[in-house]
């Protein structure tokens, strides 16, 4: 009997003829990516599924961390990573624990803050008074250059995934949504649209979630292959110093917590804050951890959108998932400092200056900024102006425990802080001058 002819693996004869069909086959690598893009969607989905359950979104704690959390792992989540890895190679992670400690100790000197002004009997003191005011002055400054941050990544994101990807167009989609949101604002006010919050923060979280997963399969796959990237140093000394300053704003957004006084208690508000800088932390060391060492420098080149491509090397729908995270993210973080730095100037003018213009004034400065200076020079802006802040608060820090009894050694504390805070204002630096 003559043995049947043998075809390659990938066809065979149909009955009663002699033409080989080919049958369609999906190779092991493809079916790994389907497999990862599933697992990521379903990442997302559960998280998703798990922050908008009642039991956890009704948590009087969970609400009030949720704020704050949403802040610091907002804006600064879409840009951190590149520039890390690109300027400070594999000691990143550690320059990253640096900024989430800074964070940690200035956290520490608001929630001292907010213990100590709702006692029974608060410390009465004129020097504390008119440094609350002059802090108000500057968190309403750092609002105004904070939220040309927040819609400038908006307009880059925006348009990073079509035909209109440029800088020009990145801008005219800034501009639209600062002209909306002051017709929104002037007109209606934002209580409509601050409603959206949650559910925007919920979204980012998810697709953060999904992230997480992706380039903890990415890493393990270079780790396992042994082709993971040991990149050194590009800066060193002080300009690496200075730089680091110029990136507090990326770990910034925990000093909400001291203006939700209206909706929570002081020791609910502390909880929360510090709860949520210690789940941006573990995010954060995580996410630069297994960043740092997966990529090579030239696979990306240091934009605003860097992490898109990115993430597009691991698996084609994460960089839909980032831009879907970040254009809720930003959008709901501008509107929620615009209304916020409204509010501030209405309530520090004593009603001289209404809200509405305060709209129109962060809008005009915004627009300013968004066609002179790029988003990294914003970024270090917005570091600076938020440092001011934070210094502020910890010389009131500084002031009230030096006032109450028992606190000394806290208050030489806060004052080495608030003397930290003045090197980040007087040096902090963008990515490109420190490259420079």
């Known amino acids: 009997m003559r043995p049947s002819p043998r075809f390659p693996p990938e066809t065979r004869r149909q009955a009663n003829s002699d033409k080989p069909i080919l049958l369609l086959r999906t190779s092991p690598s493809s079916d790994l990516a389907l497999l990862l893009n ?11 599924l798990l922050l908008l359950a009642p039991r956890l979104s009704k948590s009087q704690v969970w609400r009030a961390t949720v704020t704050p959390l949403a802040s610091i792992i907002g804006s600064g989540f879409l840009v951190l990573a590149p520039i890390l890895v690109s ?17 940690y100790l200035f956290g520490s000197a608001i929630r001292f803050n907010i213990l100590h002004r709702n006692v029974r009997e ?79 923060v919920t979204l980012k979280l998810a697709i953060i979630v999904g992230l997480l997963v992706g380039l903890t399969w990415y890493f393990y796959q270079k780790a396992t292959a042994a082709t993971l990237f040991v990149h050194p140093p590009l800066l060193s000394g002080w300009p690496a110093l200075t730089l680091a300053f110029g990136l507090i704003i990326t770990v910034q957004g925990f000093e909400t917590s ?36 997966s990529f090579e420098r030239e696979q990306f080149a240091l934009t605003e959108t860097a992490i898109i491509d990115m993430m597009g090397i691991i698996t084609p729908i994460l960089p839909l998932l980032l831009v879907a995270a970040a254009l809720a993210a930003q959008f709901s973080a501008a509107i929620a400092d615009t209304s916020g730095s409204g509010g501030l100037i209405e309530e520090l003018t004593k009603g001289h200056v209404k809200a509405r213009t305060g709209y ?5 400065i915004g627009l300013l900024m968004t066609w002179s200076v790029n988003i990294f020079q914003i970024i270090a802006y917005a570091s600076r102006a938020f440092a001011l802040y934070y210094t502020l608060q910890s010389v009131i820090a ?17 004052i080495l802080l608030a003397m930290l805070g003045v090197m980040i204002v007087l040096f902090g630096n963008d990515v490109e001058s420190s490259n420079g």
């Open 38 to 48: 599933i697992f990521i969607i379903l990442s997302v989905i559960t998280t998703g």
């Open 122 to 200: 608060p410390v009465q003191n004129d020097g504390i008074d008119r440094l609350e005011l002059a802090a108000s002055w500057a968190l309403v400054f750092a609002f105004t250059i904070s939220v040309g941050y927040y819609l400038n990544l908006f307009g880059a994101f925006g348009v990073s995934l079509t035909s209109f990807d440029s800088p020009a167009n990145a801008k005219l989609l800034t501009s639209a949504i600062y002209i909306l949101i002051l017709i929104v604002g002037w007109t209606r006010g934002f209580k409509a649209l601050e409603r959206m919050e949650y559910g925007a």
């Open 87 to 103: 300027d400070y190679g594999y000691i990143a992670p550690a320059i990253m624990a640096g900024l989430c400690l800074g964070a």
């Open 258 to 293: 001291r203006y939700l006084g209206h909706d929570y208690d002081a020791a609910t508000r502390i909880k929360s804050m510090r709860l949520a800088q210690i789940v941006s932390a573990v995010i954060y060391m995580i996410y630069i951890g297994l960043f740092a060492y």
């Open 360 to 364: 129109a004034i962060l809008v005009g």
């Open 398 to 414: 500084a002031r009230r425990a030096f006032l109450i009894p028992g606190n000394r050694l806290k208050g030489v504390g806060f």
